[in-house]
């Protein structure tokens, strides 16, 4: 029972995202106009905080509440373009609802990530460290950023927390533990390195991690509607992007943080506010590690554990991605071999009859908490009080935190293989 109203309560999040999301944007919409003695505070959900004179900005506790109406924002975006895709592909029943459920999710992805690109990519080549990541340490700790690289790191940050929250609010699939971890770390990083002042260096990361991010859900839609050569195609200049983009330039940055930071940026603690040297070791709290993340006029300190600590993290995304990338791997291989992804599969026949199964059981889940009787499969009739079948546990199940294993490489093919 726990694990139905478990599914339950996710089916209902899944389905008012759209009216939740935009009652609350449009409520803190109404208020901000007919409420002036509030807008102080309202409109740090739509401004940038903490302008300067000279046009640029720089970090604040308000920054969390312009995060946090982006994330509402975004998870009214997502809901929106996922539900008039579904509509729209559902109407046209090119294929089954799973599919195009998950055809519209990677709709979404492909129109974030390529419009994220773009815009990273457009700060990148303008910027001082473009093709040069020892330019990326020489400015620290400077206090201003530009206004268009803080409302884009800004609006990154609060895309990864929506889809942190996404993957925990919806139905959990195979590769939930991994996408978790990579979400939360993803974040974390995020903040450490705005806390930080390293917001250059997060604009090159998330730069080389959306070039790919965009690839796979344009492959993934091309398998959704049975283009299998542009699928194959598509797919590998996605396994060719991500191998140069993921572990080329990636590694390479890496080594810049090991190698150059400690020869550009000396190991010294500075004023938060004023970013003049602190030589009085007296005025350096034994906490002050923390205070960027507290108070952006702290002190701010560079030495061999942030930089380990920095590094660490970045090594730990690169391990995720080693992993996923021999699970790639081990599809496109299958590919040449014509083999087909579908072949290391249970059978399109069996996906498609799993399908079936999973919405008659999301049903008769619905059904049982109303108290109304369900029709299985055969025709017979179940009574509402009846234990749920043998499968429908193990189905649950199945969305558990995992460890790579073959049963996330097949689902992996079923998402990125094109003859599945």
Known sequence: MAVQKGQLFANWTTRKQIVVSWSLILSVTIIHSLVPLVRSYTRLFYELPYAQANGQYIQGSDDALFVLGWLVLMTAIRATIIGCVYEFVTR??????????????????LTYDFTSFSMGMNILVNSSY???????????PSREISGELKWYYLVQL??????????????RRKDFGQMFLHHCVTSFLMYVAYAYRWTNVGNVILCIMDVVDFLLPLAKMLK?????????????????????????????LCWSIYRDVPR?????????????????????????????????????CLDRNVKSIFLGLLLMLQVLSIVWFGMIIKVALSMLNGEGASDTRSGDEDEGGEDEEEEEEEEECEARSNGKPTQSANGKAKASGSEAPSRQTGLFQRGGIRVPGSRDRKELIGRVGCNG
Request: some cysteine; glycine content about 4%; proline content about 3%.
């Open 92 to 109: 046209l029943r090119v294929m089954s609802r799973k599919a195009s459920m998950r055809f519209a999710e990677q709709a979404f992805l």
């Open 130 to 140: 473009w093709l040069n990541f020892e330019e990326l340490w020489s400015t620290w």
């Open 158 to 171: 609060a895309f990864w927390l929506q889809q942190l929250l996404a993957i925990n609010l919806e139905k």
């Open 224 to 252: 959704y509607l049975h283009f299998e050569a542009a699928c194959n195609t598509m797919f590998g200049i996605f396994l060719t992007t991500w191998l140069v983009a993921r572990h080329g330039i990636y590694v390479k």
């Open 264 to 300: 550009v940026m000396p190991f010294a603690c500075y004023s938060g506010e004023t970013m003049e040297l602190e030589t009085d070791p007296s005025k350096l709290s034994r906490w002050r590690y923390f205070d960027p993340f507290f108070d952006q006029k702290g002190t701010i």
